[in-house]
């Protein structure tokens, strides 16, 4: 089974994620649904995927799980997810769909995955199809993972998901690999998605680039990151539109810039002590509705 940097980082992101996702579809629905998709081999993620549910038994039982995989190059995934299989409580059904990812709406059609909990990871070298996009959609019900050659902004869009995030991992002196996108309806979700991409960022020392300005340096992941360009975005940002609340400042983080939420609450802070912005209360923690205002 090949392997490379971005395998690797690919399959520790799904984990990441899926570990999130998992259990906060479970405690809102009775059934959920998660489909997994590449082009070509799965570089192991499928397995790692199987694995995360079944850490999750206890929160499965008297539930109903159904795992999608598509994948079209790898002959010994049977083989491979076997073990892994038998390991599931029965409530979890794993169906393995020979064919490409372009198969994925027929496929989450079949799994009676409409109206309920859907996660679905897309490894695709070229530009995404919008029928996987609708499909991953799955009405409202949906959130997706995906890694593309080119940014699916505008697409993830198109399809019905309001909060889309983008970076570019950048591998050591290899250049960029693709771009990494999420969409979801859940701003908990997405902040789940970008502490995930830094934490195995750091791990493998990956660094991120926006994709909407690839000129900008790459963003080290590895500690916390000066709080300065950020304030500096989110200064831009209150000059464009006006005051803001502390939420939609962090949304903004979250969704046009490589940063996490936590950093967006140092960066206010910061701006807050250089008296560049001012807020709502005069002390006290940064609460989501408080409004942060130019100070001049």
Same mark, same amino acid.
């Given at each position: 089974?090949?392997?490379?940097?971005?395998?690797?980082?690919?399959?520790?992101l799904?984990?990441?994620?899926?570990?999130?996702?998992?259990?906060?579809?479970?405690?809102?629905?009775?059934?959920?649904?998660?489909?997994?998709?590449?082009?070509?081999a799965?570089?192991?993620?499928?397995?790692?995927a199987?694995?995360?549910?079944?850490?999750?038994?206890?929160?499965?039982?008297?539930?109903?799980?159904?795992?999608?995989?598509?994948?079209?190059?790898?002959?010994?995934?049977?083989?491979?997810?076997?073990?892994?299989? =038998?390991?599931?409580?029965?409530?979890?059904?794993?169906? $393995?769909? /020979?064919?490409? #990812? +372009?198969?994925? &709406? !027929?496929? *989450?059609?079949?799994?009676g995955?409409?109206?309920?909990?859907?996660?679905?990871?897309?490894?695709?070298?070229?530009a995404?199809?919008?029928?996987?996009?609708?499909?991953?959609?799955?009405?409202?019900?949906?959130?997706?993972?995906?890694?593309?050659?080119?940014?699916?902004?505008?697409a993830?869009?198109?399809?019905?998901?309001?909060?889309?995030?983008e970076?570019?991992?950048?591998?050591?002196?290899h250049?960029?690999?693709?771009?990494?996108?999420?969409?979801?309806?859940?701003?908990?979700?997405?902040?789940?998605?970008?502490?995930?991409?830094? =934490?195995?960022?750091?791990?493998?020392?990956?660094?991120? $680039?926006? /994709?909407?300005d #690839? +000129?900008?340096? &790459? !963003?080290? *992941?590895?500690?916390?990151?000066?709080?300065?360009?950020l304030?500096?975005?989110?200064?831009?940002?209150?000059?464009?539109?006006?005051?803001?609340?502390?939420?939609?400042?962090?949304?903004?983080?979250?969704?046009?810039?490589?940063?996490?939420?936590?950093?967006?609450?140092?960066?206010l802070?910061?701006?807050?002590?250089?008296?560049?912005?001012?807020r709502?209360?005069?002390?006290?923690?940064?609460?989501?509705?408080e409004?942060?205002?130019?100070?001049?």
């Amino acid at each position: 089974m090949p392997t490379d940097r971005t395998t690797d980082f690919l399959r520790e992101l799904l984990v990441r994620q899926l570990t999130t996702w998992l259990p906060a579809a479970l405690q809102r629905s009775r059934r959920a649904t998660v489909a997994l998709a590449w082009t070509g081999a799965d570089g192991g993620g499928a397995e790692a995927a199987l694995r995360v549910v079944a850490a999750h038994a206890d929160q499965v039982r008297g539930r109903r799980v159904t795992v999608l995989v598509l994948a079209d190059g790898t002959s010994d995934l049977p083989t491979r997810l076997g073990p892994v299989e =038998a390991e599931l409580p029965a409530e979890v059904a794993v169906h $393995l769909l /020979p064919g490409a #990812p +372009q198969q994925l &709406p !027929v496929a *989450v059609k079949a799994a009676g995955a409409a109206g309920s909990p859907l996660f679905t990871f897309l490894d695709l070298p070229d530009a995404v199809p919008p029928p996987l996009l609708t499909a991953a959609a799955n009405g409202r019900a949906g959130e997706v993972l995906l890694h593309a050659g080119n940014g699916a902004r505008d697409a993830l869009g198109a399809a019905g998901f309001p909060l889309v995030a983008e970076v570019a991992p950048v591998f050591g002196a290899h250049g960029a690999g693709g771009v990494i996108a999420f969409g979801s309806r859940s701003d908990r979700s997405l902040e789940a998605v970008r502490d995930a991409l830094w =934490a195995v960022g750091a791990d493998l020392g990956v660094r991120y $680039l926006d /994709p909407a300005d #690839p +000129q900008a340096a &790459p !963003v080290d *992941v590895a500690g916390d990151p000066d709080p300065g360009p950020l304030a500096g975005e989110l200064l831009a940002e209150l000059r464009r539109g006006g005051p803001r609340s502390v939420t939609e400042l962090r949304r903004h983080a979250l969704t046009a810039t490589v940063y996490r939420a936590a950093d967006a609450n140092r960066a206010l802070a910061h701006l807050l002590d250089v008296g560049d912005v001012r807020r709502d209360r005069e002390s006290g923690r940064l609460a989501g509705d408080e409004m942060i205002t130019l100070a001049r």
